[in-house]
């Protein structure tokens, strides 16, 4: 078997909706079984990663042109990580996965307008002095 180090097969999906100051996001990312590393502990020991899903989503209200709130959730299926050997049974690390939710509020100072573009750049003049050579008058020979 023929394996680069952190090459692995690879999904994701995402859907997104935003209106009426209502915003929703959902995403699906998997990644498939890859070699980390092929030289574990200085004995030649390979490293492999289990394949690994998350799905998360967030979920946001703007109530006015100042005061949003949102709320969010990562890895809410609770995928756990774990990396093996030259078979699943030589487990090296396993880590449980726990959803995590985030609430939050945001509050922007300032007027309800927006302010001006700045002006554009001023273009840099350069004077130039071009003596000119006056020709004598073409002669009728």
Do not use: C
């Amino acid at each position: 078997m023929f394996a680069l180090t952190g090459l692995s097969d690879s999904a994701n999906i995402t859907g997104i909706f935003e209106k009426w100051g209502f915003s929703a996001r959902v995403a699906y990312n998997w990644r498939g079984t890859f070699l980390a590393s092929v030289n574990n502990g200085g004995s030649r020991n390979p490293r492999y990663f289990e394949p690994y899903g998350t799905l998360d989503f967030s979920l946001g209200y703007e109530l006015n042109n100042h005061f949003s709130v949102s709320f969010e959730g990562v890895n809410v299926l609770g995928e756990d990580l774990r990396v093996y050997g030259r078979s699943k049974k030589q487990l090296f690390f396993a880590q449980e996965g726990h959803a995590r939710y985030y609430l939050g509020a945001r509050y922007r100072f300032g007027g309800d307008t927006v302010a001006p573009p700045p002006p554009p750049p001023r273009r840099r003049l350069r004077l130039r002095r071009h003596l000119r050579r006056r020709r004598p008058a073409p002669t009728d020979r």
